[in-house]
T-cell receptor, first 111, second 111 residues
Framework: EAGVTQSPTHLIKTRGQQVTLRCSPISGHTSVYWYQQALGLGLQFLLW???????NRGNFPPRFSGRQFPNYSSELNVNALELEDSALYLC??????????FGPGTRLLVL | KNEVEQSPQNLTAQEGEFITINCSYS?????LHWLQQHPGGGIVSLFM???GKKKHGRLIATINIQEKHSSLHITASHPRDSAVYIC?????????????FGQGTILTVHP
């Protein structure tokens, strides 16, 4: 069974640009979560999608947004990139039991 | 004060030693998760528990709901156990949903 996949693996952008990160959940998982792990900081919850709807949102500005498609894959969009957006962005999926399965992450560097 | 606190922040051990990592939380939870993050960034879910004790190989996780405390034990530690161990909690009445993370414990096991 394939795990959670994310693309791209690495990305370099400049301040003010926009970026889209992608996540494909494990087959059968309807929930997708996005987390940010900035350098030297812990993991922080960004967004939770389930059955195509946003269920919860972390304490991040509106320029962080996303969506979930009918096949349960998801995108995370970040507009007007700032230097402090440089981080590892992790996607996870879960079945209803709650255990979360994490993807390998996308490393974003904003210059 | 963080909702989830781990101790110690750093832990160094010799191969074969018994290791304990502690996690305390200050909110009502529906489940507690122990995660392992290797240097490359990938995260693996080790345990999800809401009561009692779980064991998988050399790893044991316990939780005391009344004291709001959980421990992760590693028996007969090995250098390949070197990683960051992260405690996280699910809130909101279900084990489903966003996670709130502790700051992580960096474990180094020397041969």
């Amino acid at each position: 069974e394939a795990g959670v996949t994310q693309s791209p693996t690495h990305l370099i952008k400049t301040r003010g640009q926009q970026v889209t990160l992608r996540c494909s959940p494990i087959s059968g998982h309807t929930s997708v979560y996005w987390y940010q792990q900035a350098l030297g900081l812990g993991l922080q919850f960004l967004l939770w999608y389930d059955e195509g709807e946003e269920r919860n949102r972390g304490n991040f500005p509106p320029r962080f947004s996303g969506r979930q498609f009918p096949n349960y894959s998801s995108e995370l969009n970040v507009n007007a990139l700032e230097l402090e957006d440089s981080a590892l962005y992790l996607c996870a999926s879960s079945p209803e039991s709650g255990t979360q399965y994490f993807g390998p992450g996308t490393r974003l560097l904003v210059l | 004060k963080n909702e989830v606190e781990q101790s110690p922040q750093n832990l160094t051990a010799q191969e074969g030693e018994f290791i304990t990592i502690n996690c305390s939380y200050s909110v009502g939870i529906s489940a507690l998760h122990w995660l392992q993050q290797h240097p490359g960034g990938g995260i693996v879910s080790l345990f999800m528990l809401s009561s009692g004790k779980k064991k998988h190989g050399r790893l044991i996780a316990t939780i005391n709901i009344q004291e709001k405390h959980s421990s992760l034990h590693i028996t007969a530690s090995h250098p390949r156990d070197s990683a960051v161990y992260i405690c996280a909690v699910s809130t909101g009445g279900t084990s489903y949903g966003k996670l709130t993370f502790g700051q992580g414990t960096i474990l180094t096991v020397h041969p």
